[in-house]
């Protein structure tokens, strides 16, 4: 009984240490390159019921979470918040990058690319 006890820990340790070998599910195969965009000064603009805004997000997956996006809508989505008044926001979504330049619509990695030297992994 005791060496079955023994046993079954032995099992249970194995397991649980192997566990800690598994790869993270949290992170993103883009995590890099999102992270990169918003360390270069790239700025994007955009609101919760756009579209196309919902849509550039998702070609990030679960990496999104390191974009530098801005929100622009007012929880209501009836009026714009001040900071994309004040960087002169007129439509979504809007990249603004380390040059000045502004792109809007939904932006390809190569442009992305192009733009901020970020590398895709």
Known sequence: MQTKFILFIGIVVIIIGGLAFLPDKKSGKLD???????????????????????????????SQKYLPYIECSTPDGKDQLQICKDAGIEGYP????????????????????????????
Request: aromatic share 16%.
């Open 32 to 62: 890099s390159f999102a992270q990169c965009l918003a360390d270069s000064g790239t700025e994007f603009y955009g609101t919760f019921w756009c579209s196309h805004c919902q849509n550039q997000k998702k070609m990030f997956g679960s």
């Open 94 to 121: 809007t990249w603004i990058f380390p040059d000045k330049t502004r792109l809007s619509g939904e932006i390809s990695f190569e442009i992305l690319v192009n733009k901020t030297n970020c590398e895709l992994p």
